[in-house]
């Protein structure tokens, strides 16, 4: 017999609440966690948490006994539906956290981790929820920031953490699925902004060459240079550290490649990206480590662990990575697949044309990316 527990009083809860930041943490214990998303199935199909189990509310009261001991976490969009579920969970004697702000709180919630490289330190600061990855690469004294997110303080944190000043600010590519920190970061801290010319910002920036290089000097030197690899965008670039990183951008994922098809240009664009990946990327040592800009949902978070690979592993596992020029490009300007959520207005506004305020460019943002080629 169904238990039936006494109405609540106004505003109390039926279910603590928890932080999106407490739940990253909790994510490298699945055993002892299961996370209950209630949205319906489509919802929970187009963006989800890792390891997420999903039953729709209305369907909650049925399938109860499909959740196993443990402590229990019910995720909605924002709130709403999770909080109706843990009631009726509460009805059968089941304690329950609901997370805070739901799916949108996901989005938002960043961690970091460091790796030293030679003289160089990489920091890679993520923001899980969206898999997307950006980077301070430091060395004694200063250091470049890499696709840093809106958020600067995130990066701005990293660099005092550190000791560093941060001398440079660089965008791999004109962002299409976030919005990019990159010129408000600059603005703020006085660092050179490095963006490609051949992508359409409407703001003036320094224009670099081919074959450039960032000195980060101190107590040891640290080289990084930055080359061209045009084909998810017309200005992507990817940057060399000492030649033992690679940070190529949304050119070259753990998963896939960019995809070429958003300037509406597909065939041509793929032509560049296969040009790009075997005359820069792949004739380089197979140990270099390939820090890309984004990772899939699919991808095995670990708090302690950096997203990246050695080129020879991706060699060896990603099938486009060994076609042909004509292969590549018909596969690769074949694969559609939806476009970024407001993928034009989020354009807009990395390239300095949108008069939407903070907040409302923000808000753009909710949802998975979606600017690598379907593996499959």
Not at 237 to 249: C, P, S
Not at 340 to 350: D, G, K, Q
Request: hydrophobic share 40%; aromatic share 6%.
């Amino acid at each position: 017999m169904k238990l039936i527990r006494e109405p609540l009083l106004k505003g109390e809860r039926v279910a603590s609440e928890i932080e999106a930041s407490a739940l990253l943490r909790l994510l490298d214990e699945p055993e002892t966690l299961h996370v209950i998303d209630v949205r319906s199935q489509e919802e929970f199909a187009e963006w989800s948490i890792p390891g997420a189990f999903n039953i729709p509310v209305e369907e909650i009261d049925a399938r109860v006994n499909e959740i196993g001991s443990g402590l229990v976490v019910v995720v909605c969009a924002a709130g709403p539906r999770a909080e109706r579920a843990a009631q009726i969970l509460a009805d059968h004697q089941m304690d329950s956290s609901v997370l805070r702000g739901g799916m949108a709180a996901w989005g938002e919630v960043y961690d970091d981790v460091a790796l030293k490289l030679g003289n160089a330190t990489v920091v890679q600061v993520r923001r899980r929820g969206k898999g997307c990855l950006s980077y301070v690469v430091g060395g004694s004294q200063s250091c470049v920031v890499i696709d840093p997110p809106v958020e600067i303080e995130r990066s701005i944190a990293v660099a005092k953490a550190y000791g560093w000043k941060i001398t440079h600010v660089a965008d791999t590519h004109l962002h299409a699925d976030h919005v990019s920190g990159a010129r408000l970061l600059s603005e703020t801290t006085g660092a050179q902004l490095l963006m490609s010319h051949l992508d359409a910002y409407l703001f003036s920036h320094p224009s670099f060459e081919n074959g450039d290089v960032i000195t980060l000097g101190g107590d040891s030197e640290i080289q990084v240079s930055h080359i061209a690899t045009p084909g998810h965008t017309s200005g992507s670039t990817t940057f060399v550290l000492d030649d033992t990183a690679l940070f190529t951008g949304d050119t070259l994922f753990l998963e896939s490649v960019g995809r070429p098809d958003l300037a509406d240009k597909a065939e041509e664009f793929a032509g560049y990206l296969f040009d790009s990946l075997h005359q820069e990327i792949l004739k380089r040592d197979d140990s270099i480590l390939i820090f890309p800009a984004h990772v899939g949902q699919a991808h095995p978070f670990r708090t302690d662990e950096l997203a990246c690979a050695t080129l020879g592993e991706l060699k060896g596992r990603l099938e486009a990575l060994s076609m042909s020029r004509h292969e590549f490009v018909a596969w690769a300007s074949s694969q559609a697949s939806p476009r970024p959520p407001n993928y034009e207005a989020i354009v807009e506004a990395n390239r300095g044309g949108s008069s939407l305020s903070f907040e409302e460019i923000t808000s753009l943002e909710a949802g998975p990316n979606r600017c690598a080629v379907s593996p499959s």
